[in-house]
């Protein structure tokens, strides 16, 4: 079963604008990654925070983690046409070895000119 | 340098068919996981592997499904025999260092449909 869920399930936006999706996960972790998958393609990692940062930023990317809720949001400011794609949370699984990643439902982003 | 490349992109197979993906990690990589994705059950996690030893299958779901690892460079994810609900894009994805603050690097899937 998924750990993480984003919401909303999909967003539609102009150019320009700001998006945010956010995740609720359940479990206890030690980092949150982010990643993003268009169309056909597979997941790219965007961004990874751990469990004691609360915001971390990459280029126009920002990220915040609150471990008391149990939930993180990606923010992508100044959007564009290429950021168009699914965008997915992840956790580990830290029994068992700690190596695995367990992936959200996926926020669809369509990022209209 | 090359990301991890899986072959073929495309599989069209009728059910009772032997299914073979391939995946070559990224060379230096020393983990290595196979996933399914479907719109129902999302991205989940079949089996991974360690410096070439499968480490947890827990996620393959029937006995059908196998998965091998000869070398460093080189992975197959087997089903036999195949049926429809097998149907969904495979993907295979390798990290350097296993513990989970390591980025995991995907390849571009094979989309597979049996009939």
């Known amino acids: 079963s998924q750990q993480g869920e984003e919401d909303p399930q999909a967003l539609s936006i102009q150019e320009g604008e700001n998006a945010t999706m956010n995740c609720s996960y359940k479990?206890?972790?030690?980092?949150l990654q982010w990643y993003r998958q268009n169309s056909g393609r597979g997941l790219v990692h965007l961004i990874l925070?751990?469990?004691?940062?609360r915001e971390k930023h990459s280029g126009r990317l920002r990220v915040t983690l609150d471990t008391s809720k149990k939930s993180s949001s990606l923010l992508i400011t100044a959007s564009r046409a290429a950021d168009t794609a699914s965008y997915f949370c992840?956790?580990?699984?830290?029994?068992?070895?700690?190596?695995?990643?367990?992936f959200g439902t996926g926020t669809q982003l369509k990022v209209e000119l | 340098d090359a990301g991890v490349i899986q072959s073929p992109r495309h599989e069209v197979t009728e059910m009772g068919q032997e299914v073979t993906l391939r995946c070559k990690p990224i060379?230096?990589?020393?983990?290595l996981f196979w996933y399914r994705q479907t719109m129902m059950r999302g991205l989940e996690l079949l089996i991974y592997?360690?410096?070439?030893?499968?480490?947890?299958d827990s996620g393959m779901p029937e006995d059908r499904f196998s998965a091998k690892m000869p070398n460093a460079s080189f992975s197959t994810l087997k089903i036999q025999p195949s049926e429809p609900r097998d149907s969904a894009v495979y993907f295979c994805?390798?990290?350097?260092?296993?513990?989970?603050?390591?980025?995991?690097?995907f390849g571009d899937g094979t989309r597979l449909s049996i009939l």
């Open positions: 992840a956790t580990p699984i830290l029994t068992g070895g700690g190596n695995k990643l367990t």
């Open positions: 592997f360690n410096n070439n030893v499968p480490i947890d």
């Open positions: 060379s230096g990589h020393d983990y």
């Open positions: 994805a390798s990290s350097h260092g296993g513990n989970s603050n390591q980025p995991q690097h």
């Open positions: 925070i751990r469990s004691n940062e």
């Open positions: 479990t206890s972790i030690n980092n």
